[in-house]
């Protein structure tokens, strides 16, 4: 079954059951961990937006996001015979290390809507290709997993803030300070003068 989003429609939402479903039976599957590779035709734009991922290097809190399920094949060569030109877009191959589902063995690999970290970005003859694995700092298996993740998240962001706060008081405290002196060295200097 294959079914190309073309943006908000209610033609669409016929597919909603289907594709809770299915993404739902791909989710539980996914128990071999393997290399899966995919090809794309991209724009400059989403070609600059992958080169800018990749160089947010290991503090990366970007991701890259597949949604719904995605097939993809088990070497590189079959992802490239299988990908058809796009006149005016560039080639990037995605070579994907993570948990798939094998419905077809070594024939096919699929996954559901997954959040992806970029490890390896390299130009090899005109083609850009874009080594992903699993985001599992933010990918998490239950609501309550996220929920658990945002409170941590939310601490930390607390913490940060309140030394922050900290840090811009003793600022102040040390400006009055310096300022106070000045004040002191400037009234020594008009005593001096009057003696």
Known sequence: ??????????????????????????????????????????NDNDLEELKEVYAEGKDQVSAL???GVVGAWADKDTAIAESTKVDGKKNVIYEFKGKVLKPAG????????QFAKVTKCEE??????????????HAKATVAEYADHVKDLAAKLATAVEAGKEAVEGAKEE????????????????DKGEE
């Open 106 to 113: 070594d024939k096919l690999h699929v996954f559901c809507r």
């Open 65 to 67: 996001v597949f949604p």
């Open 175 to 190: 400006e009055k300070k310096d300022d106070d002196k000045d004040g002191e060295k400037k009234d020594d200097g008009a």
């Open 1 to 42: 079954m294959h079914w190309e989003l073309g943006g908000d429609s209610s033609d669409h939402e016929t597919m909603a059951a289907v594709a809770s479903i299915t993404g739902a039976y791909v989710n539980a599957g996914e128990k071999n961990e393997a290399s899966s590779w995919g090809s794309a035709w991209v």
């Open 124 to 137: 090899t003859d005109g083609v850009l290709c874009i080594t992903l694995e699993d985001y599992a700092e």
